[in-house]
């Protein structure tokens, strides 16, 4: 975490130094010398912090120590900024005005000027320490390196018994798919990788199938290496050579220790070329290394064999580009694989007590089915009385070790940690603010990126957006086994993510202990001297004071229990929290915003969805960093005139709770003339259309991403379609007209092109599908909305032929009697909903029509009494659902008979269930 703060600290003091006219003479020299400090420390700081958990007080200490003078020089730079980028708000007009900032410009300089020389000082002492560190680290490297090895001896022999635990469960199955694969009768050199997070049994797998006697009968040679993070390749090779002649019972020529990397190399190959072999490299942590390794390894078609176990998803993906090679991707234990082997740990294999059958499950399911995790928490438990209950609550609610005095999850805790600290800088910060969301919460990933980029953790990068590096780290903590993706949009875009139990235990653990996030709860007694990053998890008592919050840089509330009203957010932000960067109240029960946010200038995230906000003052205008307003689910109608001020706005959201009697209205926002002035704007979501101006100022924001607009009426078509065209950008987009009978004017001459659209919803009558429409070559989803299109529009036809397409709902769009799929139409759908078609009697799926179709649902279509004709050529449909439709219908599905002709038809499909609309889903019973 220092080297995190630290990499990004040196990229603000590179920005201010750059700027000549800010800095007077004293200042910058300082400046300067703190900054060439830090960046001769940088370097050294990613091996100290791998190291750190080492027991070596010495260097926690002096981590320690750089973090905190890191973090205070960050913070008296934004209070730099603060001081000086806003003095145009606190100023008189005229010349009064001018002398007024004077004095207060050269007061808060010398103040500043004070604090730099302080942090000065302190850093020169921190360097000089560092010095004497280095030099003793260098004295007693050999000893250290020593010591080293013992513990990786260690973790080698505890791995091995581990082998012994979790052979016992869940292994067989992956076992008999990878000898499959191994023993096959492709005769070229063939790459098998085994890819999961840390713990998930890798290793273990790949252990039982390479001492497998099928396995070592069909090859004549056999080696097993230990990459690891610091592989060096020539020890790695010369291993390799030693076990290679170990097993042929000769002696190592002795030259081979003499040999450069080029001579090794060609040894091996040597060695190897006209012999069997089966070569395991075990724990890859980098496409660099694989690399290295593959060149010394033969193909001489003899049906030879790389079994590689990695963490990392591209360099499984790298290692294995070859037609014949295979990625095995592992997968946790079942919940009945992970109960047997927790019993086998914890009771020997006798079943578990009655009286602690309930802990013991939640204590399990923390684990997710992560089989070192829970051999680990079992070895722990083994050793508990098991008359008293108490002792496992209290494993339960102090998991992640600290209720453990014994040290037995160290092993675990070190596991995961690897992947951790061998993130770059840049990353650490983004997963250690991941701590802030409670256990199992549903991370909203659009959201995470947001305030990501608002606490500036993604770096900037010219010709790249900030979203787009955000995504990008998003998708490289994914790609390392760190984070996990819950949910995603049928677009293919990533929708929720979250942690492991265990390794959000860790996440949280590392965050307290270097006082990045604090997380205030019901048990939460006291808060630590400075709060960075606070998030209140259901707080049910307000806290008596509010010191501690100089430093504040972001809050966050979750479930809180007592109304969080505008009178507390008043009195919490009293206390000065000036440098605040995202402010996250989503759900918070407030009629207003209180003035005191309208003085946070270096706010850039403010979401206050889900509150009952009504009025967006002026003042808003004075937030010149705002990124991001969320205003959705709010009764904010009107925006003013002055959000045209926040140029620096990436993201809009609008939509309020409003009467949704009128099922047919989306309830939007107006906004103010002018809205093409924010033209940083990526996302911008329920803006009515109100006028044509604002339609045609639409057209101005040409880096739009996703884009919502509602209350169109039909002269506004054209000019809609004039803004697209400009709007190359563009991914989402859902346009809704004013009114039920109102119709979606939107075929015309002018088509935009839309190249990148993933996702169309289009809510209002069409008198046919837009042309335009039908040539989206990206588009992934479509649902079309009280569109009423007639039996003779073709409707289907011209839809089928859309190439990527995988979820299409037709919502009130269709008033014909028949829908047919036609023969090759909608080749990729995956996902079909037709929802109160009222006039819909007969559907009907032609052959190799939709093949790869998986879900189908039924709602609402009352005239229906027949299943869909053809179903059965649907081979791929997993899922088939009825909903409100003919009670002939809900009958006949309810009470097939077997022998019937209809049971045939939809024999195939695994689920069928019939159900009703409630609570705006489809909720339904399984038959």
């Known amino acids: ?90 100023g008189f007009c005229g010349k009064v005005g001018k002398i007024y900032n ?23 002492e921190i360097s000089a320490r560092h010095q004497r560190y280095q030099s003793l680290y260098g004295t007693h490297e050999r000893r250290f390196s020593s010591s080293r090895q013992v513990n990786a001896d ?36 063939k790459v098998v990788s085994v890819v999961g997070m840390g713990g998930l049994g890798k290793t273990t797998l790949v252990k039982k199938v390479y001492d497998g006697a099928a396995v070592k009968k069909q090859f004549q040679s056999h080696a097993w290496i230990t990459v690891s993070q610091n592989f060096q390749f020539s020890v790695i090779i010369k291993n390799l050579i030693q076990q290679l002649y170990n097993e042929i019972r000769q002696p190592v020529p002795p030259q081979v220790e003499s040999m450069d990397v080029l001579t090794l190399s060609e040894f091996v190959k040597d060695f190897l070329q006209e012999r069997r072999y089966i070569i395991v490299l075990d724990d890859v942590w980098s496409i660099d290394a694989w690399e290295a390794i593959k060149c010394v390894l033969p193909d001489c078609n003899i049906t030879s064999r790389v079994v590689l176990t990695t963490r990392i998803a591209d360099v499984a993906s790298a290692s294995c580009l070859g037609s014949l090679d295979f990625i095995y991707k592992m997968k946790p234990l079942t919940d009945k694989e992970s109960w047997t082997l927790f019993c086998n740990r914890t009771f020997q294999s006798n079943d578990c007590p009655p ?41 339960l609610h102090g998991f992640g070790g600290e209720a453990d005095g014994s040290g037995k999850l160290d092993r675990i805790k070190r596991v995961l940690l690897l992947s951790y600290n061998d993130l770059p800088y840049y990353l650490k910060s983004c997963l250690l603010y991941l701590s802030i969301y409670p256990e199992d919460y549903p991370i909203d990933v659009d959201d995470i990126l947001l305030k990501w980029i608002a606490l500036g953790f993604v770096e900037e990068k010219e010709r790249i957006t900030s979203t787009d590096i955000a995504m990008r780290y998003m998708k490289e903590l994914i ?5 996990q993706v819950k949910s995603s949009f049928a677009d293919g875009r990533l929708e929720t993510c979250g942690l492991h139990d265990f390794l959000r235990e860790i996440i949280v653990s590392k965050s307290k202990e270097q006082d990045f996030t604090t997380v205030a709860t019901r048990y939460y007694t006291r808060w630590p001297t400075k709060v960075r990053h606070l998030a209140i998890h259901n707080f049910t008592d307000n806290p008596q004071e509010f010191s501690g919050l100089k430093c504040l840089r972001s809050v966050a509330i979750f479930g809180y229990e007592d109304p969080f009203t505008t009178t507390f957010l008043s009195e919490f932000l009293s206390g000065d929290p000036k440098l605040l960067k995202v402010l996250d109240l989503h759900g918070a029960e ?41 205003l959705i689910g709010t009764n904010v109608t009107e925006l003013p005139a002055d959000i045209l001020n926040l140029r ?18 989306v309830w939007g926002c107006k906004s103010p003339d002018g809205i093409g002035k924010l033209v940083c704007l990526e996302d911008l979501f329920g803006i009515e259309a109100d006028s044509d101006k604002i339609v045609r100022e639409i057209g101005k924001l040409t880096q739009l991403r996703r884009l919502a607009i509602t209350k169109l009426r039909r002269e506004d078509g054209k000019e809609l379609l004039s803004s697209l065209l400009r709007l190359t950008n563009l991914r989402k987009l859902v346009i809704s007209c004013i009114k039920e009978d109102e119709i979606l004017d939107l075929q015309h001459s002018v088509s935009p092109k839309l190249g990148f659209l993933t996702s169309l919803l289009l809510k209002g009558r069409l008198e046919r599908v837009p042309q335009w429409v039908t040539s989206l070559q990206s588009l992934r989803i479509l649902q079309l909305d009280n569109s009423r299109l007639g039996e003779d529009e073709n409707a289907m036809g011209s839809l089928g032929h859309l190439p990527n397409l995988v979820s299409l709902i037709l919502y009130r769009a269709y008033e014909g009697e028949t829908i047919c799929f036609k023969v090759g139409g909608f080749r990729k759908l995956q996902d079909l909903e037709l929802g109160q078609l009222t006039r819909l009697k007969w559907v009907r799926v032609e052959e ?68 009703h609309w409630i609570d705006g889903r489809w909720e339904g019973t399984f038959l």
């Open 848 to 915: 190799e029509s939709m093949p790869s179709l998986r879900k189908l649902r039924l709602g609402g279509c009352k005239l229906m009494q027949e299943l869909p004709s053809g179903i059965q050529n649907l081979t791929r449909l997993e899922y088939l659902g009825f909903f409100e439709m003919s009670d002939e219908l809900m009958h006949k599905v309810q009470n097939l008979d077997k022998r019937s002709e209809d049971y045939q038809t939809i024999s195939h499909i695994p689920q069928v269930v019939i159900g």
């Open 154 to 189: 260690f973790d080698i022999r505890a791995q091995s018994l581990f082998i012994e635990e979790a052979q016992l469960v869940g292994i067989d199955k992956p076992k008999a798919e990878l000898i499959s694969k191994i023993l096959d009768d492709h005769s070229q050199l």
């Open 648 to 665: 620096k706005l990436r993201c809009l959201c609008l939509g309020g709770v409003g009467d949704y009697s009128n099922e047919y209205a």
């Open 1 to 90: 975490m220092a080297e995190s703060v630290v990499g990004f600290l040196i990229k603000q003091l590179s920005t201010l130094l750059s700027q000549e006219i800010t800095l007077s003479g004293g200042l910058k020299s300082d400046v300067q010398f703190i900054n060439d400090e830090l960046g001769s420390m940088k370097a050294f700081l990613r091996e100290a912090e791998a190291k750190e958990d080492n027991n070596d007080s010495q260097l926690q200490e002096w981590l320690n120590q750089v973090r905190e003078v890191a973090y205070d020089t960050e913070d008296v730079l934004d209070d730099f900024t603060f001081r000086f980028a806003r003095g145009y708000m606190d």
């Open 590 to 630: 407030l009629d207003n915003i209180p003035k005191q946010v309208f003085k946070l200038f270096h706010l850039r995230y403010l979401n206050l969805s889900g509150t009952g906000v009504k009025i967006i003052p002026k003042s808003i205008g004075k937030l010149q960093n705002l990124e991001v307003i969320d």
């Open 355 to 395: 009286n602690l059958e309930e802990v013991a499950k939640k204590i399990l399911k923390k684990c997710e089915g992560l089989p070192l995790a829970i051999v680990a928490i079992g070895g722990v438990l083994a050793l508990k009385d098991m008359e008293k209950t108490d002792e496992w609550e209290m494993i």
């Open 479 to 483: 790609n390392r086994s760190l984070i």
């Open 102 to 124: 004077s004095m207060k410009n050269l007061k808060a300089r010398h103040q500043i000027s004070l604090e730099i020389k302080d942090i000065k000082a302190r850093v020169g």
